[in-house]
């Protein structure tokens, strides 16, 4: 069982920079692969990015690659997505997932987190 809690959200310019983080409870992290999704109103949730269980590989969706960064500290239990020069577009609630396998469709991911809003002001 992991439970995942994520923070950092908030509201930013347009241009603006946020780091999230997602902390996880239980002595298994390290062996799960991590992702970030977002669901902005009245859309279907979309993968942003996922990092394996080492750290050693990751994946963006093409709207934020070169933008944001996903990184892991299994020392510490925890995810970040480091979100720069945001848009208004990235407005969305945020949410970290824990799988064993990960990828970019949601169903690969067994965890949740209960999410955190961004909202990118123009």
């Known amino acids: 069982q992991v439970q995942l809690v994520e923070s950092g959200g908030g509201l930013v310019q347009a241009g603006g920079s946020l780091r999230l983080s997602c902390a996880a409870s239980?002595?298994?992290?390290?062996?799960?692969?991590m992702g970030w999704f977002r669901q902005a109103p009245g859309k279907e949730r979309e993968f942003v990015a996922a990092i394996s269980w080492s750290g050693g590989s990751t994946y963006y969706a093409d709207s934020v690659k070169g933008r944001f960064t996903i990184s892991r500290d299994n020392a510490k239990n925890t995810v970040y997505l480091q979100m720069n020069s945001l848009k208004p577009e990235d407005t969305a609630v945020y949410y970290c997932a824990a799988g064993q396998d990960g990828g970019t469709d949601y169903y690969e991911y067994d965890y949740w987190g209960q999410g955190t809003q961004v909202t990118v002001s123009s």
């Open positions: 239980g002595r298994t992290f390290s062996s799960y692969a």
